[in-house]
């Protein structure tokens, strides 16, 4: 049983992942004057970012989202179901 649990706390958690990759998007959206946070990803794995700076509220914001962001963590991470927005 030690055994078991040894080897699953040395693999990343789904939110461990998501801030992997996040990470890696990030400074595409500083150079562009924003930036993006994690804020959850629930065990449905909707993961929940917000956006900061010039993010916050631009029209291309959902593109951005949609195409750059979501994409990517589906495409990183298969647990993640879904990428939303929250204020």
Do not use: W, Y
Not at 46 to 56: L, N, S
């Amino acid at each position: 049983m030690a055994t078991t649990a040894s080897k699953s706390s040395s693999e990343p958690t789904i939110r461990q992942k998501v801030q992997s990759v996040i990470d890696l998007i990030r400074p595409a959206v500083q150079a562009d004057g924003g930036d993006i946070e994690l804020v959850d990803v629930t065990g449905q794995g909707v993961v929940q970012i917000r956006f900061h700076g010039a993010c916050h509220g631009c029209p291309s914001s959902h593109m951005t989202l949609q195409q750059g962001i979501e994409r990517n963590l589906r495409d990183h991470v298969p647990e993640v179901t879904q990428v939303i927005p929250v204020k």
